[in-house]
Each structure stands twice: as structure tokens, then as C-alpha cells.
């Protein structure tokens, strides 16, 4: 069945990096722009990138830019997200999630989420 | 930055009642504009996509309207499985999330 799955959570220092990766399957991943939304703890949703289906060009949230960067690679259905330089306002459930018919479109089908937790 | 503005933030209600939700852009957004609903501790469903066009398996008692700034999501004779928060997200520009509205039980 068509499935995101994230995974590379957990708690880390802030300052420090962490990587979080999100597998697909069940469609044809290099069709489909791709995008990271994450929600702090009783919070509400917030954006944070998208990348193109082909990897051509990508944005980012003004929260973010600079610091997290999107990446994908088609041959093995992943989407990635590089984190750097994580402050504590970073932590939060981090989804990903599939543009449905383009690159910037309704969010079909997301991930369950991963935790990432920036603490000292 | 195209900021949106959801109204109310809490919505109380009855099971059978029809209920709206108000999302408002800070400048046109055309009909790039989608609805979602989530549950505690579940990731977000895709409810309505370009303002008015209802996702694949969504009931139809969700109904999307509007254009331009203002725009309207509107659930008829809501069902106990509608209890949830409701979010509107603009992708016109970049991607921006309002800030939800909770519809819980009168």
C-alpha cells in the first residue's frame, strides 16, 4: 500500500545535527513533490520544506533556511532532511508528506511522524 | 510571507449541527488553498485541495468554498468521528499552515 515512513529521531543537543530519512513505497516516488511539516508539542502544524520530484529546486521555511536541508534520491525512494545547528524551538513531530499533484498541492499521504527533541 | 488566520480556534458543537471554519490570507492566494483534519496523536488527513475539491474517500459533508483571501470550509450534520482539529494551508507561495481550530463536543 502507498506508505511514508520516517525514520532518524530523538533527542539531541543543541547546536548538533541529526539526519532524518523518510521511506516510500507503493507509488512512484520520483513522480511526486515531497515535503517536511513538523508540530512542537500542543502546537499546531507548521511547514517547513518541499523538494521537487526531480530534486531540481527546493524552499524552505524562513525558520529554517540555512540550517535544514532537503534532499531525495529516487533510486531508493528517500527523502531526507539534514538538520545543523538545532535550537530548542526545533523540537517537534517531524512528518513527510506527498504533494498529490504537484509540487506545491494538498498533502496526501504523510508519515507517521518521528520525534526529534533538542535538549541539553 | 503569505501569513493565515483561522477562526474561530475552538468551535463547540453537536452531533448533526453544520459547522464552519473561516481561513483568511494575508494577501491572494487564488484557490491554492487545502483543508486538513487531525486526530490526537495521528498525522494530518487531506480533506479538501484547491479550495473546493474534495479528496478521494472524504465524505461528502466536508465542503471546501471561497477565493482569493477568504475562504470557508463547512461540515454538514457533523458525526462523532468529526470531533478533531482543522487546519487550512496556503501553496501559492512557499506553504503556510493556519493555526487550526478545535471543533469538541457542546
Known amino acids: 500500500q502507498v506508505q511514508l515512513v520516517e525514520s532518524g529521531g530523538g533527542v539531541v543537543q543543541p547546536g548538533r545535527s541529526l539526519r532524518l530519512s523518510c521511506a516510500a513505497s507503493g507509488f512512484t516516488f520520483r513522480n511526486y513533490g515531497m515535503h517536511w511539516v513538523r508540530q512542537a508539542p500542543g502546537k499546531g502544524l507548521e511547514w517547513v520544506a518541499v523538494i521537487w520530484y526531480d530534486g531540481g529546486n527546493d524552499q524552505y521555511a524562513d525558520s529554517v533556511r540555512g540550517r535544514f536541508t532537503i534532499s531525495r534520491d529516487n533510486s531508493k525512494n528517500t527523502l531526507n532532511l539534514q538538520m545543523n545547528s538545532l535550537r530548542a524551538e526545533d523540537t517537534a513531530v517531524y512528518y513527510c508528506?506527498?504533494?498529490?499533484?504537484?509540487?506545491?498541492?494538498?498533502?496526501?499521504?504523510w508519515g507517521q511522524g518521528t520525534l526529534v527533541t533538542v535538549s541539553s | 510571507d503569505i501569513q493565515m488566520t483561522q477562526s474561530p480556534s475552538t468551535l463547540s458543537a453537536s452531533v448533526g449541527d453544520t459547522v464552519s471554519i473561516t481561513c483568511r490570507a494575508s494577501q491572494s492566494i487564488n484557490s491554492w488553498l487545502a483543508w486538513y483534519q487531525q486526530k490526537p496523536g495521528k498525522a494530518p488527513k487531506l480533506l479538501i485541495y484547491?479550495?473546493?475539491s474534495l479528496e478521494s474517500g472524504v465524505p461528502s459533508r466536508f465542503s471546501g468554498s471561497g477565493s482569493g483571501t477568504e475562504f470557508t470550509l463547512t461540515i454538514n450534520s457533523l458525526q462523532p468521528d468529526d470531533f478533531a482539529t482543522y487546519y487550512c494551508q496556503q501553496y501559492k507561495s512557499y506553504s503556510t499552515f493556519g493555526q487550526g481550530t478545535k471543533v469538541d463536543i457542546k
Open positions: 484547491k479550495a473546493t
Open positions: 508528506a506527498r504533494a498529490r499533484g504537484g509540487q506545491q498541492d494538498g498533502l496526501d499521504i
